[in-house]
């Protein structure tokens, strides 16, 4: 029926592993677009992973899909009607136009694609996932030439891309993936130095053994996508001064909200709340030792900063002072007076 639609709603939130139950199709009469408006008929779809957390009600990022609400998500598609002098019947378009065959949208809410390359291409190695891969690389992984990279859904575009990137910067680069199969394209389509199956692996220190073979080196690059074993196997593993672009946590999707292990939680907040974790040693800033003492001491000569000592008279108190000192029973900088 050319005057008809179709889209899928979300039906209830899934306890676990979404399943059809969850999902509605409804059928419906085409919209008229409204000043300002574009009526697309959709191409192509997007599914994306992190669709799954938008059907939780929680405080994320980005709000949950409610209930009977169409289920998010981006697509490609023609321009068949329009209200908004920018676009043209015939044109071609990519837009947040949820899981339905048509979707009436602002015109600012669409980008015009060009017709040089398959139009999926907008929702894919050329699009959010492309650019994710792209974007947290440069930003928190900082490729350098001789490091090692390891990221796993190694054969998805997020994680496609990021291997492709950090070996054209001249890094050996590891690919964890499902199944042989995937681990052969790793290498072959993708050009990982290595490709490693976890779903061959029912324990995270026999995952560990096969990936500390394929990063003889320690891995500098974690480009987390995945989480959860893969998580747990690389930890070990990972050299001084190592980054983790925290990204994607898949493993960890249908894990119910209440789940005693907090882990999941802590690295989805990392993730959610861009949270900048550091490790720090005071001896990698010693060359701003002057710096600091030049900003500080007069404050701390004038009284501007206060300080606290407990002093301890004798060397002989020195080891009870100190087993204190690991119990909380000093108060104030520690200083023995001889
Ligand atoms: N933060 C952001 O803005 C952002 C944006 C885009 C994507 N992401 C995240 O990036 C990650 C990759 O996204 P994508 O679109 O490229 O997905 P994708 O690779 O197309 O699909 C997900 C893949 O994850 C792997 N996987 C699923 N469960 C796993 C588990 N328990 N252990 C290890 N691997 C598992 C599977 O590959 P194998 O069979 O190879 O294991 C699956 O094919 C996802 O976590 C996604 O949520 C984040």
């Known amino acids: 029926m050319k005057n008809r639609m179709t889209r899928i709603a979300l039906a209830r939130r899934p306890q676990g592993a979404p399943v059809a139950e969850d999902f509605a199709f409804d059928h419906m009469d085409l919209p008229d677009p409204a000043p300002g408006e574009v009526l697309v008929e959709v191409s192509h779809l997007s599914l994306d992973p992190y669709m799954r957390g938008r059907m939780n009600d929680v405080k994320s990022y980005a709000p949950s899909v409610g209930i009977g609400e169409t289920m998010t998500g981006e697509g490609v598609g023609r ?11 015939g044109d071609l378009v990519v ?44 930003a928190y992984g900082r490729p350098k030439a001789g490091q090692t990279l390891v990221v796993a859904a190694a054969t998805g575009p997020v ?18 993936a499902g199944g042989a199969e995937k681990c052969r394209i790793a290498t072959e389509t993708f050009g990982f130095d290595a490709a490693i199956d976890h779903r061959a692996f029912d324990t995270a220190s ?4 096969a990936i500390a073979e394929a990063a003889p080196d320690g891995i500098d690059i974690y480009f987390e996508n995945v989480a959860g074993m893969v998580l747990e196997a690389v930890i070990p593993l990972l050299n001084t001064f190592a980054r983790i672009p925290v990204i994607g946590t898949i493993a960890w999707y249908n894990e119910l909200e209440d789940s005693a292990d907090r882990l999941p939680m802590l690295w989805r907040s990392v993730l959610v709340k861009r949270l900048s974790i550091n490790g720090f040693i005071v001896y990698d800033h010693w060359d701003k030792f002057d710096t600091f003492l030049a900003e500080v001491g007069p404050k701390v000569a004038a009284g501007e900063i206060a300080y606290l000592e407990d ?23 520690l200083v023995v007076e001889l």
């Not at 837009?95 to 809410?109: I, K, R």
């Open 159 to 176: 994680g496609s891309m990021v291997g492709q990137l950090a070996k054209a910067a001249g890094m050996r680069t590891v690919a964890i």
């Open 95 to 138: 837009g947040v136009t949820g899981w339905a065959t048509h979707a009436c949208l602002s015109g600012s809410a669409l980008r015009k694609l060009d017709d040089s390359l398959p139009p999926s291409t907008a929702l894919g190695v050329l699009g959010m996932p492309g650019f994710t891969a792209w974007a947290s690389l440069n």
């Open 311 to 333: 002093v301890v008279q004798g060397i002989d108190k020195m080891p009870a002072a100190f087993a204190a000192l690991l119990e909380g029973g000093n108060t104030g900088k």
């Open 79 to 89: 321009v068949v009607a329009t209200n908004d002098p920018r676009f043209s019947v």
């Open 206 to 209: 026999a995952l560990h053994t």
